[in-house]
């Protein structure tokens, strides 16, 4: 029975989860926002919140659990040097989601989500 289990799949397995949300986190990251569907963005959301907690640590083990992570050296880089110090003073809520209407192919919400400045 699935009592209690709130992670969202969308309708992939966990190695294409894994990698559709590290690709939309580098994304993220790389860029200050994306336009995704609202699915999506809840999903990254939090993997990206995360990211942005270890990343203000700068320290040496910090940047090795990103890089296993992201897989991706210009990204880590960008989040540490780029992303961090502009959250340093906030404890949290590190991104936000503007709603952007339906797409029009299959009526999907979408949704931006980008950085708090």
Not at 37 to 56: F, H, M, Y
Not at 73 to 88: G, Q, R, S, Y
Request: aromatic share 4%; glycine share 6%; with cysteine.
């Amino acid at each position: 029975m699935r009592h209690q289990k709130s992670i969202k799949n969308l309708d992939r397995n966990h190695a294409a989860r894994a990698a559709l949300l590290r690709t939309q986190a580098i994304s993220l990251i790389m860029h200050g926002h994306m336009r995704t569907t609202k699915a999506k963005a809840q999903s990254t959301r939090p993997l990206v919140e995360r990211l942005i907690t270890r990343a203000k640590r700068n320290t040496e083990s910090s940047r090795r659990y990103l890089l296993a992570c992201l897989d991706n050296v210009p990204a880590v880089n960008h989040l540490i040097t780029v992303v961090a110090p502009l959250m340093k003073d906030r404890n949290g809520g590190y991104t936000r989601m503007t709603k952007l209407g339906f797409r029009k192919g299959d009526g999907a919400e979408l949704v931006q989500i980008d950085f708090v400045k």
